[in-house]
């Protein structure tokens, strides 16, 4: 089992700046990709940024490419989502996941693909 807390999330204006953070407990934490998710309301769940095993490789989804940016530190077992350039329409709970990955370089865009979730955090951006 893999266990994951999100934290940072909170208000913030448009145009602002907030960084969410993930931190995994349970198993090794350099043997998952890990991604970021959103749900806005009235909204499907949505992929937002993946990044690999080690960090080398990351992807992110076309709304958010420039300014967001996924990393990790596997000393301490936590994944990070800094978000800058805040938009109204990035409002949603963001989940962060965790993927078995055989591979080094591997990372996912899909929700199946991912075997455990967080509990969520709320981005609300004003506009």
């Known amino acids: 089992q893999v266990q994951l807390v999100e934290s940072g999330g909170g208000l913030v204006q448009a145009g602002g700046s907030l960084r969410l953070s993930c931190a995994a407990s349970g198993r090794t934490f350099s043997n998952y990709a890990m991604g970021w998710f959103r749900q806005a309301p009235g909204k499907e769940r949505e992929f937002v940024a993946a990044?690999?095993?080690?960090?080398?490789?990351?992807g992110y989804e076309d709304s958010v490419q420039g300014r967001f940016i996924i990393s990790r530190d596997n000393a301490k077992n936590t994944v990070y989502l800094q978000m800058n350039s805040l938009k109204p329409e990035d409002t949603a709970v963001y989940y962060c996941?965790?993927?078995?990955?055989?591979?080094?370089?591997?990372?996912?865009?899909?929700?199946?693909?991912?075997?455990?979730w967080g509990q969520g955090t709320q981005v609300t951006v004003s506009s």
């Open positions: 996941a965790a993927a078995r990955a055989m591979y080094s370089g591997s990372y996912y865009t899909r929700e199946y693909d991912y075997g455990y």
């Open positions: 990044i690999s095993r080690i960090g080398g490789s990351t």
